[in-house]
């Protein structure tokens, strides 16, 4: 019979740690793709585009990601579609990013001055040349810091995973918790283990902001 040391819950905690990694990773690469998507979308001049982009960020950031989760997972599943907790877990997180970052972005994107717009335009830029030359490479910049402080959001939202069945760090602090009836040293592991992962960002994120600020 295993015995359920210290250095054995820890053990097996760090191993969930991988999976929360894997996961964020998955969620912020795929959302940042999709959310760049919307964002030409929500910026575009078109309003038939504009409206629907308005309607998917609304209906990710205005429903809870626990309930995105539910129906990823159980909702696919009635349509014959047999799907597994990674793959729910992934295409949530993956939306639920997206709609944020794609509201992120849209908030740098419009505080490019006007002025560089009328200019870019003079030049004759279509508008895929004047993002992609002229607004981008300057929105970009502002939006480092406030993209790498989300990160950190993520990270904490691959805990709701647990709920339908996926094994990362909440999980396996749960299942341990279960065996061993050590609440208050495993979800103390897990707290820390969280705190980990997302104090580098956050620190990272607000001196990225403070330079910005002093740059500005």
Do not use: D
Not at 46 to 73: C, K, V
């Amino acid at each position: 019979m295993l015995e359920f040391t210290f250095s054995v819950i820890l053990e097996n905690l760090l191993l969930a740690t991988r999976w929360t990694i894997l996961l964020s990773l998955i969620a912020f690469v795929l959302g940042g793709v999709v959310g760049l998507i919307v964002l030409f979308a929500r910026v575009s001049h078109s309003r038939a585009l504009r409206t629907l982009t308005i309607g998917y960020i609304e209906l990710f950031q205005g429903t809870p990601l626990l309930m995105q989760l539910f129906l990823f997972f159980f909702g696919v599943a009635l349509l014959g579609v047999e799907v597994s907790p990674w793959v729910a877990a992934s295409l949530a997180l993956t939306f639920w990013t997206s709609a944020f970052l794609a509201e992120i972005w849209r908030g740098c994107v419009e505080a490019i001055p006007k002025g560089q717009w009328e200019a870019s335009e003079s030049l004759a830029m279509t508008y895929t040349e004047q993002m992609r030359h002229v607004i981008l490479p300057q929105a970009l910049r502002i939006a480092v810091a406030p993209t790498v402080g989300f990160s950190v959001q993520v990270i904490k939202g691959t805990a709701l995973a647990s709920v339908i069945g996926f094994v990362e760090l909440t999980k396996a602090g749960t299942m341990l918790n279960n065996a061993t009836f050590r609440p208050f040293l495993v979800y103390t592991l897990v707290a820390l283990i969280y705190f980990a992962l997302c104090f580098p960002l956050s620190w990272y994120s607000k001196r990225l902001e403070g330079r910005l600020n002093v740059a500005r």
